[in-house]
């Protein structure tokens, strides 16, 4: 049974940083492409990073510069670390994992979220 579970999510002033966790499992983590998606209320889930097992990354343009991702095979987490928040980036916050052909608008499998806020 595959498994997402996020963590790290909360209330943060604008300017603020917040760190997201992903714990994945029931998948092999070095297959796949893991990626972090939002969604607001009253808007489409949009893709906000993600990073493959060598290390490449990918990110949408209103968070370079600003989002890491990150991750570490040996404990098949992958984190998202933000920084410079804007009350924009407020939504939840999904993990991914995307398999073979790693179809960056359909990811196979989903955690359950994590509400990040911030405040201007």
């Known amino acids: 049974q595959v498994q997402l579970v996020e963590s790290g999510g909360g209330l943060v002033q604008a300017g603020g940083s917040l760190r997201l966790s992903c714990v994945v499992s029931g998948v092999t983590f070095s297959r796949n492409v893991i990626g972090w998606y939002r969604q607001d209320p009253g808007k489409q889930r949009e893709f906000v990073a993600r990073?493959?097992?060598?290390?490449?990354?990918d990110y949408a343009d209103s968070v370079k510069g600003r989002f890491t991702i990150s991750r570490d095979s040996a404990k098949n987490t992958v984190t998202l670390q933000m920084n410079s928040l804007k009350p924009e980036d407020t939504a939840v916050y999904y993990c991914a994992v995307s398999r073979y052909p790693y179809d960056i608008r359909n990811p196979d499998y989903w955690g359950q979220g994590t509400q990040v806020t911030v405040s201007s």
């Open positions: 990073i493959n097992n060598p290390g490449l990354t």
